[in-house]
T-cell receptor, first 117, second 114 residues
Framework: DGGITQSPKYLFRKEGQNVTLSCEQN?????MYWYRQDPGQGLRLIYY???????QKGDIAEGYSVSREKKESFPLTVTSAQKNPTAFYLC????????????????FGEGSWLTVV | AQSVTQLDSQVPVFEEAPVELRCNYS??????LFWYVQYPNQGLQLLLK??????LVKGINGFEAEFNKSQTSFHLRKPSVHISDTAEYFC????????????FGTGTRLQVTL
């Protein structure tokens, strides 16, 4: 089945550790995104990538890093510099080209819970 | 920049009653508008979107929304809700054209009870 796979579903991080969240898509989408969700704050964009080997910071990129070495993969690393990393993280992807452009639907994965212990 | 305001953080409603979830947006350029639904511990699923044309948009699960440019609103409605509609609903906007981000509102929790 086509879709977006995020792993792990639940992850615990110790203080000072870096952790990486995996996101893989088999939809052949060019664009991929990482959002952070906190209760009562909606979703905030961390990073996004329009093409392989290129990515841009979103609204809350500090303390996070990404890579886009393959079209289907967009891993997110939460570094020790992120002081409040406990949240629900959502990966998404979309076709951004074509006649609809930004009107194309953005599809989301099932999310990953990160908790600092 | 674009912004989205969802005026109600929670909306309680009885089963089979109608519901309206409010969404207002702000943008200096033309935008596309979206409604997403999120069930507990899951990702987001698209309910409907407005790109152009008819201002009344019909989506999945019996939901519809009406785009009102003069009031910069995109309210979501359902004439008769079901227990299974209990979820978080997010309104979002995206500047037309490519390479633009999707900006979300803070969400509205719809709680349907018997």
């Amino acid at each position: 089945d086509g879709g977006i796979t995020q792993s792990p579903k639940y992850l615990f991080r110790k203080e000072g550790q870096n952790v990486t969240l995996s996101c893989e898509q088999n939809l052949n989408h060019d664009a991929m995104y990482w959002y952070r969700q906190d209760p009562g704050q909606g979703l905030r964009l961390i990073y996004y990538s329009q093409i392989v080997n290129d990515f841009q910071k979103g609204d809350i990129a500090e303390g996070y890093s990404v890579s886009r070495e393959k079209k289907e993969s967009f891993p997110l690393t939460v570094t020790s510099a992120q002081k409040n990393p406990t949240a629900f993280y959502l990966c998404a992807s979309s076709i951004d080209t074509g006649a609809l452009g930004a009107g194309n639907t953005i599809y989301f994965g099932e999310g990953s819970w990160l908790t600092v212990v | 920049a674009q912004s989205v305001t969802q005026l109600d953080s929670q909306v309680p409603v009885f089963e089979e009653a109608p519901v309206e979830l409010r969404c207002n947006y702000s943008s200096s350029v033309s935008v596309y508008l979206f409604w997403y639904v999120q069930y507990p511990n899951q990702g987001l699923q698209l309910l409907l979107k407005y790109l152009s044309g008819s201002t009344l948009v019909k989506g999945i699960n019996g939901f519809e929304a009406e785009f009102n440019k003069s009031q910069t609103s995109f309210h979501l409605r359902k004439p008769s809700v079901h227990i299974s509609d209990t979820a978080e609903y997010f309104c979002a906007v995206r500047r037309t054209g490519t390479a633009s981000k999707l900006t979300f509102g803070t969400g509205t929790r719809l709680q349907v009870t018997l």
